[in-house]
């Protein structure tokens, strides 16, 4: 054992919920200062924060403040706690633009809700997050309450490292609400792991200067090519980053996670709390002699579609299930394997479905009948199939 | 003891209605669990959170001690703690439950409410009377969690009343924390009182 292993053992297993997890994630990555507003499923965050009396917590009178004050804790340098949903998440997001483009490495947490669509919803959904694709932040998605703790250390590394905005989302009451296990690294460890904020990349680090102002197109264009490759680098932090993690805290993540995925002949993706579900799923479906296998997404952004096709690419179907939809054009993980599918001249069929939409459950029974599906077609699947529990629709 | 809900897990459904601390007893079993070396999940399921609205709260967990992934709802389970039965017929909730199963029924003797209950292994307790005695009331509601939690623990021979008692001396919530020698008195009371299940009618 080494001797940072030995010195990340000393953690504290409680029950806790995934709310509270990502609480104490901002806490031990150091955040002073909390900026908030509430909404549904994230209040316990809040709540959770508010009774931690080391922190400023602030409540602003809107999300949209939310942002536009955590931007400014993060122009000073300070770490600052950001947590919202659905509603407050869409809110944000004409500074979430700002944020990104800015450099500013700030970390929010969301527990993914269904937005006011055609009513009112507080089940998961991910379109909230998802939402945010083209704005520059990187999104890593969680399956457990020990997940969202730890994937909000691991991005205020990588958000600092790459000068980059991070989301670390979960699947709203899935995650938020539900009572589990999770090993609460020591307060100084974390610490040490999460490091001295790096500032060499911040805007601030070459002095002052004029910011928020009109950007002539050559360099307006530029600054977003640089980002565009600086999200694609961040695979490279990531491991690093995951790679130090795991050394201290026993615990190894990595950008996807595959299952029984080297002699798959069908491979099941997801992201978020159903790969738990799927994961059952597979594994009654192993028993039976079935080769299946599945990939648990963890990041959206940076899309680690090369990744995914050296685990997946050797299987004749691919599956994703999206627990969100684009109208018109299904699913939107679905959509990235899709293309990484194509660019990477892989020949597995894809199946997408789309899931759980609003909260609705997502059970192993219903996986194993998308798995029933795609083993009885063998021509060319719809572009987007729809899981109920009542079967597979168009 | 084995579900066939999930691979080879145990689940558990709590339902009560709002101030009852139906939720609170399924935190209350969920550390209990976790102390005794399982890894549980519990659900706590949200709808409008109001006094007297139904309000439930489900326990998944493997009985080999191993991790549970599934986080579905609780669909089908083996054990159902039952804080108001008139939510039975409320909730259409008997179709619902595999016949045979064990319902702990906070109930008084001879209640009209537990012939709706005969498919199941039933086991009755006064939870209403032994929250009344020990003052645990939130003005005219009775709050049932160390009570039925108590009952849990002797019906379900999972966990142990003194693992009952650790726990919430230990981490017990907000809730039974400001009140925790009445709790654990309720605790007891719920233990001792909670009658033998009665089988099923063939």
């Known amino acids: ?394 | 003891m084995m579900g066939e809900g999930s691979a080879s897990s145990f689940e558990i459904a709590i339902h009560g209605r709002g101030g009852q601390a139906a939720k609170t007893a399924g935190e209350v079993i969920v550390h209990t669990l976790y102390r005794k070396g399982f890894s549980p999940h519990g659900q706590p399921r949200y709808t409008a959170d109001r006094m007297g609205a139904p309000v439930s709260y489900a326990i998944r967990f493997r009985p080999d001690r191993a991790r549970i992934f599934d986080r579905s709802w609780v669909r089908h389970p083996q054990v159902v703690v039952l804080c108001d039965i008139s939510l039975v017929e409320q909730l259409d909730l008997a179709p619902t439950w595999r016949p045979g199963i064990t319902v702990i029924v906070n109930a008084a003797p001879e209640s009209p409410g537990l012939a709706a209950l005969a498919a199941f292994r039933v086991a009755r307790v006064d939870a209403n009377r032994i929250a009344r005695e020990v003052g645990l009331m939130k003005g005219s509601v009775p709050i049932l969690s160390t009570a039925m939690a108590g009952a849990f623990a002797r019906v379900s021979g999972l966990i142990t009343l003194d693992d009952v008692l650790e726990a919430l001396r230990r981490e017990g919530t907000a809730a039974v924390g400001q009140n925790l020698e009445a709790n654990i008195q309720a605790a007891h009371r719920g233990f001792a009182e909670v009658e033998d299940p009665v089988e099923p009618a063939r």
């Open chain 1, 1 to 394: 054992m080494s001797s940072r292993l030995a010195e990340g053992r000393r953690q504290t297993a409680r029950m806790i919920n995934g709310a509270e997890a990502m609480a104490l994630g901002f806490e031990l990555a150091g955040a002073r200062i909390a900026y908030t507003y509430p909404i549904t499923p994230q209040i316990e965050v809040m709540e959770t924060l508010s009774r931690n009396g080391e922190i400023a917590y602030v409540q602003a009178d809107s999300e949209y403040n939310v942002l536009a004050g955590a931007q400014g804790v993060a122009w000073t340098g300070e770490r600052c706690a950001v947590a919202t949903a659905s509603q407050g998440l869409v809110l944000m997001s004409e500074v979430m633009w700002e944020v990104a483009g800015n450099r500013l490495p700030l970390v929010m947490g969301v527990f993914n809700r269904g937005l006011k669509g055609p009513g009112w919803n507080l089940g998961a959904q991910q379109n909230d997050t998802l939402f945010m694709r083209d704005t520059g932040w990187l999104q890593f998605y969680c399956e457990s309450a020990q997940e969202v703790l730890d994937f909000i250390l691991i991005a205020f590394r990588v958000a600092e490292e790459s000068c980059l905005p991070a989301i670390v989302a979960g699947d709203g009451f899935y995650l938020s609400h539900e009572t589990e296990e999770v090993r609460i690294p020591d307060r100084a460890v974390a610490l040490a792991f999460v490091g001295e904020r790096v500032r060499s990349g911040d805007p601030m680090a070459a002095g002052g200067g004029n910011y928020g102002g009109l950007m002539a197109p050559p360099k307006y264009s530029r600054a977003c090519q640089r980002m565009h490759h600086d999200v694609t680098r961040v695979a490279a932090v990531f491991a690093a980053a995951a790679a130090e993690f795991a050394d201290r805290f026993g615990r190894s993540y990595h950008l996807l996670s595959p299952v029984h995925h080297h002699d798959a002949e069908t491979v099941v993706v997801a992201a978020g709390t159903v790969c738990g579900t799927v994961r059952d799923a597979v594994e009654r479906r192993r028993r039976r002699g079935d080769k299946v296998g599945m990939v648990k997404l963890h990041a959206f952004r940076p899309f680690p579609g090369d990744a995914l096709l050296a685990a997946a690419g050797g299987a004749a179907k691919i599956a994703v299930l999206d627990r969100n939809l684009a109208p018109g054009m299904g699913g939107i993980f679905a959509a990235e394997v899709r293309l990484a599918l194509h660019r990477l001249r892989c020949p597995a069929t894809l199946y997408s479905f789309v899931t759980g939409l609003g909260g609705a459950d997502v059970t192993p029974e219903m996986v194993e009948r998308a798995l029933e599906y795609m083993g009885a077609e063998n021509g060319r699947p719809p572009e987007t199939l729809f899981l109920y529990e009542t079967g597979v629709e168009e």
